[in-house]
């Protein structure tokens, strides 16, 4: 839908978390104001723990360890059937729209209101409406939630193409879409990948190049990779094009058909599996380590995005820049942690480039944070009750560090094909100007606040579009 | 064992997460200075999210989220068998002695070194060294492996009485002792019990009141509580007791013969179960609220039990006051949500008594922390692929809240009779001088040196005893 939500108004009801301190203008250092948001989709503190025995040790630090400023995040969702009521667990649309437009909505919604389905405006909205540089760096197709929630408007987030945007899935009700109220013929704005495409969005990096390689809706021979192009977007689809890009002008990379190949998997593609009995005695499964993906050979790095973004924003003037590492959730729903482990070491490792450029660019604000928490768990690798037959139910897997210890790593919210997420708060890291002002346990909404205002920009005050 | 260990070595050894700054003595706003620790057994990010959610809704706030200062704190645990090798999950022995003598140590240890099994010295009896009050309140047998830690040394944690010194335990040989060499007899300092009653702590109260009355090592009239009180302490073993007590002088107080019963039930004494499956299709559980345990009646609250202490501690001096909400952990061991959730409103409304008292004291250091996670987490009711008949391996709750909605609690690390714990960081929420120092990511082993600078005091330089 269109009509766009007053912010203004939600801010205050959203913004519980802040203190009258955080109401005043952040210090910018001096240049005009640079907003780096950096999103583990999934990333909740045994995501953390786990990566960080794996990539360093227990006597280790990850970057993340170095920031200077930490938060707790409480998400927050409302059940689409009745909003006055809360759900326990978000997804990545509803966790994203919060960060994205400082509203709570239900799971699954992109941009749009919970059961009423207006749309909010989002900060990647407001940014580009003042002017400023904007972009988004991702591993999972551009079109998905998380992305999304910073472009696009609909109610459901599986409509990332035209022919998502209207389907059925018999075995699965859930999985089934209707955004038909969204279709171009009926007055709305498309898919997502639609949206993206007449997006004003400088810089779109990530996968989901099958969601662009389609004609759009109503055409036969027009892409919407083809409007894309129109709207003034550089089509780019390899790392090598990536880094021969020059400065200026809007660009769309599309680097996969969906989600980018992950960097790393267990060794000879290991993961977490049902822990067998054998004669009624439990087997434990054997411990593995990691190995590289071959599948992330033609990958660029979420680092190497996100320095070609920082190459095209870096103009002087202000940006927002969206990066998310996508696949330590979609790893961790397939019991793979050391696809997991690999994912959070490509946002580590941005992290560190991105704080690099955040000291000599005093103005820049990074905040580091989870949508949501996942399954995994980081349990014993054997059972204190281990000598009474005790094993893991659900999916179980042991990972062997460098360090030459185990770790064991449960996955069980579900018996199914993949996980669910989970409920609990999900941290949020600082930097820069403004992070020691944000209070010890916020709201996520609030994080659209704290980067308004790092932004100085303004929240509109009426129903109308920016 | 009796060999102390010189702290001040091990200080330059653990403390990595701490600031340069950290190294000055706090400010103490021109009083004695007071610490007070507050310890939620087990109490990682899902147990609050679970907890805010039914004790306040999802649109409130607990105290525990109105604490200005937030860090995370990684446990760090050693292999007995070889400590230059480490573990993932940690147990409240060697996570209560990292916070009580800033050591690193291996499951189960009592303020002993791993392998070694050298006695450190603890920020307690430093404190009581230098003529400050001590103090000790939970909700566990005041034997039990936290407050324990801030106590006693010894190398198994069982080794809670004299007739625990040496056991067998033919089903589970993990949970057998020998404390051989810590029998009075072989010159060591007897077990807990005996090294509580012969201790200078001002304050200890809690349950465990059947480790007391038991014949001490060797004797055949004279019971530990004997000891005790031949060593200054005033013995209570009631709520009225413990209200009619008048300021001045030592106090055991022992509340009930083992852990103190919990506030809260769920409904009709409902936990969680393994999902039912009829006729091929899943059956989730009914969901269910909580109500008050009958079995709690006779039990302080910790609340009670804390102010109590501080009544004793408070004579304008300085003073360390270690409070414990230990069924936290213990409920969560026994899949019972309400059981952890009252537990967790019991720490909450403590430290709300406690922020009261700091308010008007300001030179007291409030800390709050989780000594390691645990195994419950916070799940969809619902699964996402629910249509596919997909459950909740392990046990499984659906709690109703107060706000009409339901949350899925899961345990799963293992399918025997109790849950083990999980590996990963903890909060920590920090009021008072010198809280705004702590940094965002510190290890466990920091609190020792950050409750010591700011006591003022100065840990050992040689192997003696304080």
Redesign the interface.
Known sequence: MTKLVAVALLLTIVC??CTAEQGAPASSGGGAPKMILIIGDGM???Q??IA??YLV???G?LT?????????V?T?TL?EEDPR?????P?SANTATSMATGIITSAGRIGTTAGTDHDAVSIMELAAAAGFGTGIVTTSSVTDATPASFVAHINQRLCESPRAMVTRNP????FSTDCSQDLRANGGKGSIAEQIAASNVDVVLGGGARNFDQPAEGETATTVSDLAAANGFRLVRTPAELAALAPGGKVLGLFSPGTLGVQWRGAGDAKAEEVAHVDGRVVYPEAFGCEPNPEFDTMPTVEAMARAALTQLDDGGSFLLMIESASIDKQSHLRRPCGQIGELKQLDDTVKMVLEYARSHPETLVLVTADH?Q?A?????T????????????HFARVRTL???V??I?Y???????E??????V?L?AYGPGAEEI???IRQADIFGIMLRHLGLTPPTSSSAP
């Open positions: 519980h978390g909740d503190q045994h953390i723990t960080r025995n040790g227990y006597e630090r993340l360890d170095t920031l200077p400023e930490r938060s707790s409480q927050q059940a009521v809360p759900e326990y667990v997804d075995t699965n009700p859930a928490s399954a768990q980081l349990i014993p690798e059972s204190v009750l281990a000598a009474l037959n005790a094993a893991s139910p659900g360090e030459g210890a770790m064991g449960n069980a919210t579900n018996d199914s094909s993949q669910d997420h989970s409920g609990a708060d941290p890291f209070p010890a346990q």
